[in-house]
Structure formats: C-alpha cells, structure tokens
C-alpha cells in the first residue's frame, strides 16, 4: 500500500450561518468559476451549526477577513492511501473503514489528531503539517509514502526511528467517548461531471445559501429529528456531494452519478459538545468497530463535530455496537 | 481518443478498415466518406477539403449525450460500430449509417454500466480479441477505474447485486441490453486518463493511472508493472516499434520503451500551451504528431534515426518540424490509416482539411558522381547520361578524375607531355600544362639538365623552374638587331631583340629546341605533322620567313581534309609588301578582322602593324599563350616584355587559365594560378600531380597543395581505388619525401601501456616496418611472444591459441616443428598473415591469417562464448578494392 502525502497546505474555517452572506461572493467564484482561481482543494459543509469549508492557500487568499470567520490556527496537510492494484480484494468493505487498522487506529496512539474528509472519489485523511513526521514515522512500517512535488511522486526516505523527533506521546489519556446522535434522514454520496456543473449552478446555489429560507416553522419542528446536512467538494477537478434525500429531489436526476444500486446512507453523528482539534482517537473509536463489523463507511469531519456515513442497512447495528462501546468505557 | 466532447470541439477518427471513411464527434456523431473531388463535383453538400478531395456527409447519430470519448470496432464488419463512453461512466455501442449486419443489430444500444458512476475518459478495443473493450474511468474511493467489458456477454441479474439492493433508474426498462458485470476490473481506488492495449500480447494493458503509467497482465491481475510519472495522457504504442509507447503531460511528450520501463527514454522539448493529441503516423516509422490546445500547426517528431532503444549516452537523433494544414485553429486530427503520411485536421467550427505532410528530402551523393535521393517511399537515382554523341554535355569532373585515374593519370614522370594524352589528350589546357612541365623538368633536376645547361648550374636553375615571368625579370645584356624578311635584301626595319634569358623563355614556349641550336625549324614540322596549319605560317611568319609561311599553307591546303581557303590566305601574303600607304596594307589590316583563325589574324596584325606595335598580335587571346609569349621574347623591348608578362599572369591567374604556368611556373604564383584553376573545375588531381612537382619547401609544403593532396587521397579512397592511392602515396614520397606517412597507430601493451615495438624511442617512428613487431616471417624474431616493455606475455591468438608473436602456421593445429617449412612456402603471405587483428566491438582477436579464413564462412567472432557479430560490424570488411585490374 502507498500513502501519499499530497501538495495542498489546507485552512480548516468555519463560517457562522448569520455571516454568510459575506462570503457568498468568493464561494460562488470558487464553485464555480475554477478558471478564475487556482484554488485546488476545496471542501465546504453546511451543517446545523455553521459552514465548515476546508481549502488551500491559494482559495484561502478569497476569503475576506470577517469576525463571522474562524479559522484554526495550524496548516494541514491531505494524506490519501493508495491500494495500486495491490490490495487484498477479499474485504469489500471501504472507505474510512478499510484504513482503520492502518492509519486511523495507529495515528490514534501517537497522539495524532486527523479531520477526515470522505468524498465520492476517495478519503482524504488531514493532519496538521507539524505532525508530518510523527506520522510518517508512525506509517511508514504499513506503507510506502510518496510525497507529490510539483505533480510527481517522489517517495520519501524512510526515517531513523531513533533520530529523537518530538513525539507527541503523552500519557495515554483515557479517551473520551462521545455521544453518538443518529438522525433519520437518508444521504446519498454523488459525483458530477464538472463539465455540467453550470447546468445545476442555480439549485446548488438554492440549496447551499437559500437552504434556511426555504422551510417554514412546521417543516423544522416536523423535522426533529433529521439535521441538516450538506457536503460539496471540488478537489483536484473532482466533485462530491452528500446530500440528504430530501436535497436530492431539487436536482436533475440524470446528471448526478452514484452507485448503480442507489444505495442510501445514514449518519451518525459525533459528539454532544464541539469537538475540537486537539482531541485524538475520535475517529478511531467509530472506525474501529466498523471494521472489526466489515461494514463500509464514509466519515467527514467538520469544524464542531464529526460524522459517520454507514449502509443503512446498518445503522441499527452500528448504533448498538457504539452504544455498548460507551457503556463499556463507563463502566471501566 | 480520450478527449471530452462537452467542450464541443470536435475530435476526428478515422474508419480502421474503411479507408474513405471517417468520424467527427462533437456533441453528435457524424459519419463522413472521403473522394477525390473530380467525382463528387457536381453533387450538393460536398464539402471541399483540399485541392482533390472532397467529402460526403453520410449519416449523424445524435443518440448518445454526454460524451466523453469514442472508440471504432477494430474488426472490417460490423461496419460503423462505435463504443461511446458518456460521463457518467456508461459504455454505449451505437452505429452509424444503415446497417444489415445481424450482429450489430444485436450490439446496437448494448449499455456498460460501472457500479459507481463518473466519467469514462478513454475506451479502447483489444485488436486480438475484438469482443473485448476496456474503458479508463475516473476516480471512485471503492470501484475500479479500468473495466474490461465483454460486449458479447449477456446480462445476467444474478451474478451482480442483490434484486432488493438494485434501483437503477427507470429509464433502464430494456434490462436485456445492460450489462454491469465486467469481465476484468483493475486499478481499485485510482483513475484512469488514457489505455492502450499492447500488441505484445492479448491480455497486456497499458494504462495511464493517476500519477502513474502501469501495465496489466490479466494473466494475473494481482501484478502489475509501474512507474510513477506525471505523463500519463493519451498513451499510445508506435505501431512500428512494439516496445515503444508516447504518452504526454500538459504541455511535454515523453517516449517510453517497455523493455526499459523505470523513466522515459525520451522527452520532447516542452510545448508553451497543453498537448491535446499525440498520435504515431500509422504508415511512416518513427514519426509523431502532436497537437497542443488553440494551435494551427501540428508538430511532427521524427524519430525514424533515434536508435531503439535509445542508450543512456547517446544524444538521440529527433527532427522535430511543424507543419500548418490550414489557417484556423485545428481542434483534432487523424492519421489516414493507409495513405502515406496523410491526414484530416478539424478545426473548432468543423472545418476540415485534407493533409498530406510532405516527407523531408534526403539527398546522398554518390562517390561516382551520380546522385540520390528519397522521399517517403521513392527513391530517385539521377545518374550522368552516357551519350556516345560529342555533343553530349561535358562529363563531370568527378567522372574525368575517374577514368583519368584508371589510366595513371599524373605517373609518367620521363615523358611529361604524356600525361596529357593519359587524360584523354582533348583539354587544351591540359595539354599547355603537361607540356610546359615537360619543358620545364629537366631543368629543375640537375642529373637530367642537357649539355649546354651546364653553365647554369645554380641559381639560373631555379630561375627557369620558377616560369618565365621570372626568367625575364632576372634578364640583363639584352641586345637588338635590325631583321629584314628572309627573302628581302633590304635592310628590314623590324627590331628583334636577343638575350640568354629570351633564349631560354623561347625554349621553354617549344619554339626551339634544346642545345646551342636555335632555329625553329623543328618546331615548325612538328606542327606541320600535327596539322596546325595556321598555327606553323604564324611561327614561320614571326621568324621573318614569308616563303616558308607560305609554303606551310599551301602544304596545309593541298593535305588531306585541307582548307582550301589557306592558298587564299597564302597569296593574300605573297602580296606582303613594306609599303606603309600601300592598298594592300589598309585592306589586310582592316579584313583581317573577318579571319576565323586567330593564328591568321594574328599573322596579318603583325604584318600590318607599325614597328614596335603589335597589340594585335599580343592581344589575340585565342593564341596560345606560349606563342603569345614566345612573340613578346622577339619583339618586345626589356620594359614593354616584362609589363606585357606581368599583364599576362595576373590574367590567367585570375582566370585559372593553365597555360599560365608557362609564365609562373612552379612559384607561389603558379599555386595561386592553380587555386583559381580548381575553383573552377574542381580538378584537385591535376592540381596535386602538378604541384607534386613543384619545390618541397616552397609549393608543396603550401597548405592549399597539401589540401588538394589530401582531398585526392580522400577521393581515391571514396572510389574505393585503394591500389590506386598507395600508388600515388609511393608517387607523391619520391617526390616530397616528407610525406612519407607517420605511423599513427600502434598495438600496445595490455600490462605497461607501452607500444610493444622495439626501442620505440629509440628509433624514429617513421618507416617502422613490422618486423619490428616481432610478428615478422623471421624464425629468429617470432620467438618473441612478450612485450619488450614489461616481458608480460602477448595475448592468445584467439584460433590457434598462441600467444601473438609467434608466426601463423597455414594449417592450424600443426605442430611447431613445421614452422618454418610453412613459412618458406609462402613467404610473401607470412607478413601480413601475422600482423594483429582484433574486433573493436569484442576485443577478441588473433592473427590476421586466421582471422581472415576465420571470417570468409563465418560472422560471429571465433571466441565460443562470444555472440559478437564481428563481421558484420567491420563495414569495410566487404568491400572489395573496385581498381584491381
């Protein structure tokens, strides 16, 4: 397996909901016009509590300075692990689920915090540019790392693990179980080819900054019990969208790609206060029982909580594994 | 053909087994038939795409949206079945025209549907297996980006997803024409740009990944071979070289060779703007055509010379050239799959062009004057025309040297003058040449000066050698004498003037012979016997003897093939009379102008011309110059004859005229003379026999002789006349024994370094034969099988095994007692049989005996574990000498 580190330096923001309208400009020119802008990575997440967009320097640069802006102090860079053909196909599970023994569980030990950012195409794994060696060294037993510079790969020299970098090891510090919250809306996970992007510029647009205006009272308290939730990246000339069902029917329904099953995801969310970036071993609490069950999963991070996307199939018996867990670390 | 098509710009491809076919696929599919345009004129909707050709449009599919790429069915029927990957990953068979052929009725609409839509970017036909299609798709985090798809598999619910599980969308009502179950699936988790098959073998796949090119075997899917680049675009195999593969990066080509896969072997200068297409010319090896975004030309990479596979140290050979098929931009192009070297280019707006790039001309001329050159796929000779007629046009001077050189041109050293009969004896010039030399020789060499030279021993010598410009400058004691016509008794009033020196000048002109005689008598009936009838009055008159003028005339009329207008011209001089006023004078001088003979124009200038003045005769360019000179020795006073010479040479150098070496002789001035002379005619090998003869120090140490020299040398060889250039190598050190040639080379010693010769500084390394080698025939010597140096033992004959050294026995295998019995029977062979000889290539060597029979029935070197081609390495191995008579 090779793990590349790749070129983007990422900003982790978060854009209050009221401040919205300040940024509507440089968001609509970054979605949009890619010619106008060299930004490459470029993640923006609306969830109940604000905007979480992730995106390197250069889209950074965009952004206006605003007291509705926060940003998270450290540079972060995108990890990606790729199988190159030499993979066991035996597990068919994927996603954040078929690196957790190999990277999320090991970074969790070494005190490594990750934000994680599934897409349709592939998961990015993010980790502050100051842990890069800490995590090299911790990964490079599993993996053949590769650097990309300037679009080539160059593989990085593996290090002396007793060269005395500084380890983050602290005393292993109980971790903290999160409460889990399941919503009941359904998602699906979408690619689109850019090309036909301006074809659905007007919805996107609707959905991403019109969202709120649209329901009514009655619709909100009705829905109790779904959050919102909603996920467009462009990376690399790539989308992905995560869009809940309900999303779903205000777009077209032959220009959106999915699985031709159609499957349906649902959410777990974590965490009843926000998260944080210091705290490690989140993601490994869920990831670890999703691949001891093989059940696939998505898993995006984001400025005050994390969520897990698993079958929905599933979610029955992933809510009562996470449930066991938590009551099993309090009893301890 | 991986480009997307949602841009609208149109990508071309052209039909693999219908040559007059071809495909424009923009937003739709339109099929079009390509004609020569004399049979299409008349029809409506043809639209011209060059000079001859028009094309037709046949038919337009518009039935697939979004597509992204479109490949051709490699098989001759169907006819028009196209694959059509759409963005959202499906693979679509669709056709184009009417067709009748079941099986593509069967195929029409048949659907590929990855598990995870997005794009497909390229699709490609396996060329062994045309059932089998492989697609190159974008990135999912959990399918496989390359599909191999059977398109004869039927769809089978069963074997993919559970019923409950599937909600493919409504439209798919006609599930019998989906299929979703792939017959291979590779590069899980990464993204597929660009695929080729290999033509290697069926079930090898090259495929531009993300950040790598990798190539995978379906023999064994756990496997592949790759190699991280950034050049993973629009990989495609050359078609004439299976292990070499173009792929590209924006705006660089890199070209790859599978057998050395770790880096390129090659890449392209880097183009400003991003590479749109690279595709190998189908009919012509080694070129490749490249197209990059918003560009009218397409540049072409020729690297038909570029060794294969190109070596580390090498500087590869690439000709890199653009062409401009019209005057827009070109959105794609297409190689014809047939006609050479041809292709369509279509622009933005979906104007097309008819293109045939015009292959480079190389040229090669040919030692023997003939000439040669190809271009695409012919091959011109253009040979000298042999014609018998003599009004053919001059030969060549390449094919004059030639034949000059079969007849030892140059080598008669006693007789001088021959030499211009060995040259064919029908160059004047030529002749005027070899003939002053012959005049002028015996002096220049003292055992063969005559008698009366004697006394001018010395510095007189080199005078005469030096020509007479100089022969009439060192003149002194010049004395005149009032001449009258021999047949008059009146006290003439024609002033002749005499000298030592003007004697000497007249003798080398050939007007009077060697000795204390001067009468010109005998040269008068060696022209006479030639038939220079004009020419003998001219002389005659010039020495003052109208009879003997006349007389030669009447001779020349009454000879066979003789002119009679000559007795005219005799009684016109019978007439000749002193009288200044008289008619006689005023009408010859003025008629004599309508003379087509120079020599009679010239008789009659003199004889009319006042004392003193006789431009008419000076000036008459078509004398000879000898006797133009000789003239100017009797009448001329000591001022007038040396501004009259000088006049003279600065003439026939500037013209390269070679009777001027009459007057320059063998001086810096001849040589300067000669330069203009092989300016003109090229000839080097006159130029180097003639200055051969010249001075060592002075003329031949020149370094425009010596280039002339070389330049001859380099000729004879070219001709492969090798017997005839060690003749002239053994001609040219009798002459200027400083030319004998230095040995260049020597065998040294494997251990010291040092030459293995004897007393190599003791001894000069000029004439060093062999036999100092210790190689040599000599029983005595050839017991020295070590290096004088250092004693080490020489190396191993590689056929009889020993040591290098010890003479050949002709029969190898035989024991030592029989040496010398061998080498007394063909002594003249031992010499060169025993000399070194060795491959370059291998280093394994031995004898030259050996060697040679070694090679006479076999290529590869003697040594048995070495697969070295000797043989055919040494390119001048077998050749044969073409002068052996």
Not at chain 2, 17 to 43: F, M, N, P, Q
Not at chain 2, 138 to 152: E, G, N, P, Q, T
Not at chain 2, 498 to 525: K, N, Y
């Amino acid at each position: 397996m090779d793990l590349h580190i790749l070129e983007h330096r990422l900003k982790v923001t978060s854009i209050a909901k009221q401040g919205l309208f300040v940024f509507t400009h440089p968001l609509i020119k970054l979605i949009f016009l890619r010619s106008r802008t060299r930004c490459k990575f470029l993640s923006l997440t609306e969830t109940p509590e604000d905007f979480t967009l992730v995106l390197d320097e250069e889209g950074f640069k965009e952004l206006p300075c605003s007291e509705y802006l926060q940003v998270e102090d450290s540079m972060w860079l995108a990890l990606n692990v790729v199988s190159n053909g030499h993979a066991s196909s035996s597990s068919q599970a994927v996603g954040v689920t078929k690196i957790a023994k190999s990277v999320i569980a090991p970074l969790a030990e070494q005190h490594v915090s990750v934000f994680m950012l599934s897409t349709y195409q592939t998961d990015f794994i993010l980790v502050r540019e100051k842990d890069l060696s800490v995590v090299i060294d911790t990964l490079q037993e599993e993996f053949n790392i590769y650097r990309e510079v300037g679009g080539e790969c160059v593989p990085v020299p593996s290090q002396d693990v007793h060269n005395g970098f500084q380890k983050n090891g602290k005393e292993a510090t109980k971790a903290t179980v999160h409460p889990v919250l399941s919503p009941l809306n359904k998602f699906c996970v979408m690619s689109l080819d850019p090309d036909t992007l301006p074809t659905i510029a007007t919805t996107l647009i609707d959905v991403l900054f019109y969202s709120s205006s649209c329901k009514d009272a009655s619709h909100s308290s009705q829905d109790l019990d779904c959050v919102k939730f909603f996920s467009f990246s462009l990376i690399d000339g790539y989308i992905s969208l995560v869009m809940d069902t309900e999303a779903q029917r205000q777009f077209p329904a032959d220009l959106l790609f999915t699985s031709s099953s159609g499957e349906l995801w649902r959410m777990v969310r974590i965490g009843g206060q926000p998260l944080g970036f210091d705290e490690c071993g989140i993601v490994a609490q869920i990831s670890q029982p999703l691949a001891n069950s093989d059940i696939s999963a998505y898993y995006i991070s984001t400025f005050s909580f994390d969520h897990a996307l698993v079958p929905e199939e599933d979610i029955d018996s992933v809510i009562d594994m996470l449930q066991e867990q938590r009551q099993m670390k309090l009893e301890v | 053909c991986s480009l997307g098509y949602g841009g609208s710009k149109p990508d071309i491809l052209w039909s693999p087994h219908h040559v007059d076919r071809y495909v424009i696929c923009d937003s739709e599919l339109s099929l079009y038939r390509i004609e020569s345009l004399g049979s299409t004129e008349a029809k409506a909707g043809v639209i011209q795409l060059s000079e001859e050709t028009a094309a037709t449009l046949l038919a337009i599919n518009s039935d697939t949206p979004y597509m992204k790429c479109v490949a051709w069915y490699p098989k001759h029927e169907p006819e028009c079945l196209l694959a059509v990957g759409q963005a959202n990953g499906r693979v679509v068979l669709t056709s184009l025209g009417q067709s009748h052929n079941s099986k593509c009725k069967e195929l029409m609409g048949k659907e590929f549907v990855p598990k995870h839509a997005r794009q497909c970017n390229t699709l490609s036909w396996n060329p062994a297996d045309s059932n089998w299609l492989a697609a190159g798709l974008d990135k999912h985090r959990a399918d496989f980006s390359v599909l191999i798809w059977d398109i004869s598999s039927k769809y089978a619910p069963e074997a993919t997803v559970p019923p409950e599980k599937i909600r493919l969308p409504s439209g798919d009502a006609d599930v019998g024409t989906v299929v979703t179950k792939p017959l291979y699936e590779l590069g899980q988790n990464d993204a597929c740009l660009s695929l080729c098959w290999l033509p290697r073998d069926q079930k090898l796949l090259l495929a531009g990944m993300h950040r790598n090119l990798a190539i995978f075997d379906l023999r064994n899917t756990s496997q592949k071979m790759f190699v991280n680049t950034k050049a993973i675009q629009g990989v495609t195999v050359d078609p004439f070289f299976h292990d070499r593969v173009a792929s590209f990066f924006e705006g660089q080509v890199a070209i790859w060779d599978l057998r050395k896969f770790e880096k390129p072997v090659l890449t392209l200068s880097e183009q400003p703007k991003p590479l749109t297409k690279v595709a190998w010319c189908p009919t012509r090896a080694g070129l490749l055509a490249t197209l990059t975004r918003d560009s009218n030309v397409v540049r072409l990479y020729d690297m038909q010379h570029a060794p294969t596979p190109i070596g580390d140290e090498t500087e590869p050979t690439i000709i890199e050239r653009s062409v401009q098929p019209c005057e827009s931009f070109i959105s794609s192009f297409a190689w014809h799959p047939s006609a050479q070297n041809r292709m369509v280019v279509v622009s933005p707006n979906r104007a097309m062009t008819d293109f045939t790039v015009f292959e480079r001309i190389s040229l090669a001329w040919s030692s023997t004057s003939s000439l040669m050159w190809a271009c695409g796929r012919h091959l011109y000779d253009c040979a000298e025309e042999r014609t018998g007629s003599e009004a053919a046009v001059e030969s060549d001077i390449a094919t004059k040297m030639r034949a000059r050189a079969q007849s030892r041109y140059g080598h008669d050293t006693v007789q001088v003058w021959r030499n211009y009969v060995l040259a064919g004896g029908d160059d004047p010039q030529l002749k005027s040449l070899w003939y002053t030399l012959h005049y002028i020789l015996p002096f220049q060499c003292p055992y063969l000066t005559l008698d009366q030279e004697q006394k001018q021993q010395g510095n007189k010598q080199t005078v005469v050698y030096s020509g007479i410009k100089n022969i009439v400058k060192s003149s002194s004691g010049t004395t005149e004498s009032r001449r009258s016509w021999s047949d008059s008794d009146r006290q003439g009033d024609v002033v002749r003037y005499h000298s030592e020196e003007r004697s000497l000048a007249l003798r080398l002109c050939g007007w009077i012979g060697r000795g204390p005689d001067v009468d010109v008598e005998p040269f008068l009936r060696s022209l006479e016997q030639e038939g220079e009838w004009e020419r003998a009055a001219a002389v005659a008159l010039f020495n003052l003897d109208i009879r003997r003028a006349i007389q030669i005339l009447n001779k020349g009329a009454s000879s066979e093939k003789g002119d009679l207008n000559l007795n005219v011209v005799a009684m016109a001089l019978s007439g000749h009379t002193d009288e200044k006023s008289s008619l006689w004078r005023e009408m010859c001088s003025s008629l004599r102008l309508q003379l087509r003979s120079p020599y009679l124009r010239a008789s009659f200038a003199f004889l009319t011309s006042e004392p003193g003045a006789y431009d008419g005769v000076l000036y008459e360019s078509r004398v000879a110059v000898r006797d133009r000179v000789a003239f100017a020795c009797m009448f001329l006073s000591d001022t007038q004859l040396s501004r009259y010479i000088d006049k003279l040479t600065n003439e026939m150098k500037e013209a390269g005229n070679l009777e001027g070496i009459l007057l320059t002789g063998l001086t810096k001035d001849g040589v300067d003379l000669m330069e203009s002379y092989v300016d003109r005619t090229g000839d080097v090998q006159t130029a180097s026999f003639c200055m051969l003869k010249g001075s060592p120090g002075e003329v031949v140490k020149d370094p425009r002789v010596q280039c002339w020299i070389e330049n001859y040398r380099n000729l004879l060889d070219a001709w492969r006349f090798w017997h005839k250039r060690a003749e002239f190598d053994i001609h040219r050190s009798k002459l200027d024994p400083s030319s004998k040639p230095l040995a260049q080379v020597f065998v040294s010693c494997n251990f010291c370094g040092k030459s293995i010769s004897y007393s190599c500084s003791a001894m000069p390394h000029q004439g060093r034969s062999f036999s100092q080698y210790g190689v040599s025939g000599s029983p005595t010597k050839s017991k020295v099988t070590s290096c004088p140096g250092c004693r080490k033992p020489l190396p191993r004959c590689a056929l009889c095994l020993m040591n290098m050294g010890t003479p050949v026995s002709s029969c190898p295998g035989t024991g030592k007692s029989d040496e010398k019995v061998d080498l007394s029977k063909d002594k003249k062979l031992a010499q060169f049989n025993n000399w070194f000889t060795w491959c370059h290539n291998c280093r394994h060597g031995g004898h030259a005996g050996h060697m040679l029979s070694w090679f006479r029935d076999h290529t590869e070197c003697p040594v048995s574990a070495c697969t070295c081609k000797c043989m055919q390495l040494d390119t001048t191995g077998n050749l044969v000498p073409s002068d052996t008579t």
